[in-house]
T-cell receptor, first 114, second 111 residues
Framework: DGGITQSPKYLFRKEGQNVTLSCEQNLNHDAMYWYRQDPGQGLRLIYYSQIVNDFQKGDIAEGYSVSREKKESFPLTVTSAQKNPTAFYLC?????????????FGSGTQLSVL | KQEVTQIPAALSVPEGENLVLNCSFTDSAIYNLQWFRQDPGKGLTSLLLIQSSQREQTSGRLNASLDKSSGRSTLYIAASQPGDSATYLCAVGGYGQNFVFGPGTRLSVLP
């Protein structure tokens, strides 16, 4: 079945530590996205990528980094510079960015600080 | 900058009732609007995508309408069931821009 796989489901970060969230898709989509969800708030865009080896900052990119070395993969690193990382992180994909195509989401990663 | 709101934040209804969820946006120059469902601790599932040229879109018991001039969309759920309990989010897409999400409405359908 085609879809988006996020791992791990739960992740704990110690102070000063960088952690990486995995996102893999087999939908053959060009565009991939990372969102952050806090309780009672809408999703906020962290980074997005339209094609391999290219990505752009979203609304809240500070303290995060990404890479897009393969079409299928778009990992997100939460760096120690992100002072409030506790949130639910969602990865999504669409056929093409900018045409507002239907978004497909993974099942999310809950990140907490120890 | 586009802003999206959803009222109410939470809603409880008895099973079988028809209900309407609201989504408001500040910039009417939109390309399309998407409604999603989110179960607790899970990702989002797209329910309906309605283009700016459309007035409404239907899927089963769900009907989404769009009124760009007033900056509003509604999601109508007919004959609600306990399995409909979830958070419903709307997202507004601008021309060549990424979707902007509302905070969602948490729906509880009581047996």
């Amino acid at each position: 079945d085609g879809g988006i796989t996020q791992s791990p489901k739960y992740l704990f970060r110690k102070e000063g530590q960088n952690v990486t969230l995995s996102c893999e898709q087999n939908l053959n989509h060009d565009a991939m996205y990372w969102y952050r969800q806090d309780p009672g708030q809408g999703l906020r865009l962290i980074y997005y990528s339209q094609i391999v080896n290219d990505f752009q900052k979203g609304d809240i990119a500070e303290g995060y980094s990404v890479s897009r070395e393969k079409k299928e993969s778009f990992p997100l690193t939460v760096t120690s510079a992100q002072k409030n990382p506790t949130a639910f992180y969602l990865c999504a994909s669409s056929i093409e960015q900018g045409r507002n195509e239907k978004l497909f989401f993974g099942s999310g990663t809950q990140l907490s600080v120890l | 900058k586009q802003e999206v709101t959803q009222i109410p934040a939470a809603l409880s209804v008895p099973e079988g009732e028809n209900l309407v969820l609201n989504c408001s946006f500040t910039d009417s120059a939109i390309y399309n609007l998407q409604w999603f469902r989110q179960d607790p601790g899970k990702g989002l599932t797209s329910l309906l995508l309605i283009q700016s040229s459309q007035r409404e879109q239907t899927s089963g018991r769900l009907n989404a309408s769009l009124d760009k001039s007033s900056g509003r969309s509604t999601l109508y759920i007919a004959a609600s069931q306990p399995g409909d309990s979830a958070t419903y989010l709307c997202a507004v897409g601008g021309y060549g821009q990424n979707f902007v999400f509302g905070p969602g409405t948490r729906l509880s359908v009581l047996p």
